[in-house]
């Protein structure tokens, strides 16, 4: 009795023909096309991956470590998205509002990007680039006045460590593009409004530069009161100690001082000396108004 069936001489020839047939070969195109839709599926499963178990907790992290820094005031971020790939990560709807006056929000941010200079890799640096897209600030006299008066300086407030804890990365280039600004005070008095207002300043941590006072480039312009010119232009140095160190030209025509109240001329001048040096407060001056 056999344990196995003998093949007989049809199922040899059978098996003998299987050998012999060529297994198809794989196109180039077909092989790039196999690979192409295994690495696209991998991508969408990291970045729902990422979304789920990663943006969600980090946005949670990212502001309490934000409102840890903060004195006086709140932020609240609605979306955070993180790009393992780019290793940058973008804050979307984040509104920051002053404890004592919470209404209105001192400042409604739509995007904030934060990423890898890669620039400054060239020099050896490892920094971040930031920028803020469209932001609108709006403050009323009352904001205003709590914030002249509060006793805690303003380099002391927090914002510097605040927007140190949204990203790993020290800042070496922060932009902020198409800015609405808006100052409300009371009486008969024009709302003071800057629109369209573009800020870079490049080269904080001094990755490029020479050793020098002021080694950071810094720029501002916009529109005052739809009409107005207003320009910024100099040097700065951002880790100076106890206070950062500016030397600007501060440029602004077609406009009347005379449309803004007391008040906002007391803050403003208050503010400026608070981030200027006395001598180098000397530098700012204004273009006369020009006869149109």
Not at 14 to 42: C, D, E, M, W, Y
Not at 149 to 163: C, F, I, M, N, S
Request: glycine content about 4%; some cysteine; proline content about 7%.
């Amino acid at each position: 009795m056999y344990l196995y069936r003998p093949w007989d001489k049809e199922t040899m020839s059978g098996f003998t023909n299987f050998l012999k047939t060529k297994t198809p070969r794989i196109s180039r195109r077909q092989l790039l096309i196999g690979l192409g839709t295994t690495a696209a599926v991998l991508i969408v499963m990291i970045v729902a991956y990422v979304r789920v178990f990663v943006d969600e907790p980090l946005r949670r992290t990212v502001e309490h470590n934000v409102n840890q820094r903060l004195k006086g005031y709140t932020a609240r971020i609605g979306v955070l998205h993180f790009h393992p790939l780019r290793l940058s990560l973008d804050l979307e709807d984040t509104s920051i509002v002053q404890d004592a006056h919470p209404e209105p929000p001192v400042a409604h941010i739509p995007l904030l990007h934060a990423g890898v200079h890669w620039r400054a890799l060239l020099h050896g640096r490892f920094v971040a680039d930031f920028l803020i897209d469209s932001p609108k600030f709006d403050i009323n006299l009352r904001q205003a006045q709590k914030e002249v008066e509060d006793k805690t300086p303003v380099t002391d407030r927090g914002w510097q460590d605040a927007l140190q804890e949204i990203y790993p990365l020290k800042i070496n280039v922060f932009r902020v593009e198409n800015a609405d600004i808006t100052y409300v005070d009371e009486g008969p008095f024009k709302p003071l409004r800057l629109s369209k207002v573009n800020f870079q300043a490049y080269d904080i941590r001094n990755t490029r530069s020479k050793q020098s006072t002021y080694p950071s480039e810094i720029h501002l312009d916009g529109i005052l009161f739809d009409s107005g010119k207003v320009v910024l232009d100099g040097r700065a140095d951002f880790l100076a100690k106890p206070f950062p160190g500016i030397n600007l030209i501060f440029l602004c025509n077609r406009w009347s001082s005379t449309i803004l109240s007391p008040s906002f001329n007391v803050i403003m001048w208050t503010s400026v000396r608070v981030f200027c040096r006395p001598t180098e407060c000397s530098n700012m001056r204004r273009i006369p108004k020009q006869r149109t």
